[in-house]
C-alpha cells in the first residue's frame, strides 16, 4: 500500500496510524508522499507512488486535494488497483458534482451512510421523519448529532436527575445496543477517556453515481469492485 496526505497533524497521524498498524494486517507500506495544502500539483507524488507499483492507496485528502488527485490519475491514464481515502474530500457533495463519472469506483471511509436503511429499518424510519421535517436526507453529520442527543437522553432519564453529576455517572454506565441506534456501531459504551469503545465506520464505493456501502459485509448494498476498471473500460 501507499499513502498519500496533506502535510497536516491530521495526515501525518493517519499515515503513522496505517504504518503501525499494516503490518499486523500483512500489509507493506512501499511509499508516503505528503503535500502542502492547496497542493498546486500532485503529479510528482503520483508518479513516486506508481513507480512503487501499490495495491492500494490510502489517502488523507481535502476536497481540493481529492479533485486534483482524480484529474491527476486520468491524465496519467493510470486507474490504481485501488483508492481509499480516509472520510475526506471525496464524501463532499460536490466531489461528485465536479468530477461526475471520473469518480466512480473510488473507496471511502463514512461514519454513517443512508444506505444502511436498506439493511437496518431503523436507519430509514428515522431518516424518513428528518425529510418530512427538513426536505432533505440525513448525513453523517446528523445522525451523529441526532446519536449524541438520544445518548444523553438515555443519560438522563436513567439519572432520574438533571443534576450535573448524577448525569456524569449515568452516562458514563452508558450501554446502548446497536439495535437502538441508526449508526454502524454495535453499541455505545464509554471507555475511561469518555470515548465509545464500540464506535465503527463502514466503507463505501462509488458507484452509478452513489456512496454504496460495501463493508461491514452484515450492512453491505452493493458487491465490492476491485480493481478498478482503467479509464478506457469506465
Do not use: C
Not at 101 to 119: E, I, N, P, T, V
Amino acid at each position: 500500500m501507499a499513502l498519500l496526505a496533506e502535510d497536516s497533524e491530521a495526515g501525518a497521524t493517519a499515515n503513522q496510524v496505517a504504518k503501525e498498524m499494516a503490518p499486523g494486517y500483512k500489509y507493506r507500506v512501499v511509499a508516503t508522499e505528503t503535500y502542502h495544502y492547496p497542493p498546486a500539483s500532485l503529479s510528482a507524488e503520483l508518479l513516486r507512488i506508481k513507480s512503487a507499483n501499490p495495491d492500494l492507496i490510502m489517502g488523507l485528502n481535502l476536497f481540493l486535494d481529492s479533485l486534483m488527485i482524480v484529474r491527476t490519475l486520468k491524465e496519467m491514464r493510470w486507474a490504481p488497483r485501488g483508492f481509499l481515502e480516509h472520510n475526506g474530500g471525496m464524501m463532499v457533495p460536490d466531489f461528485l458534482k465536479t468530477v461526475g463519472k471520473d469518480g466512480h469506483f473510488f473507496l471511502s471511509r463514512a461514519a454513517w451512510a443512508l444506505g444502511m436503511g436498506r439493511r437496518k429499518a431503523l436507519v430509514a424510519r428515522v431518516n424518513d421523519l428528518y425529510r418530512k421535517r427538513y426536505g432533505t436526507d440525513m448525513d453523517d453529520i446528523n445522525a451523529r448529532s441526532f446519536t449524541a442527543m438520544l445518548t444523553l437522553a438515555d443519560g438522563i432519564n436513567r439519572a432520574g436527575s438533571t443534576n450535573g453529576e448524577a448525569i456524569a455517572k449515568a452516562l458514563r454506565a452508558t450501554s446502548i445496543p446497536g439495535s437502538q441506534l441508526i449508526m454502524p456501531w454495535p453499541g455505545v459504551e464509554f471507555d475511561e477517556k469518555g470515548q465509545n469503545k464500540l464506535a465503527a465506520s463502514v466503507m463505501v464505493q462509488i458507484l452509478d453515481g452513489e456512496y454504496k456501502i460495501v463493508w461491514p459485509f452484515d450492512l453491505a448494498e452493493a458487491q465490492l469492485v476491485w480493481p478498478f476498471p482503467s479509464w478506457d473500460k469506465r
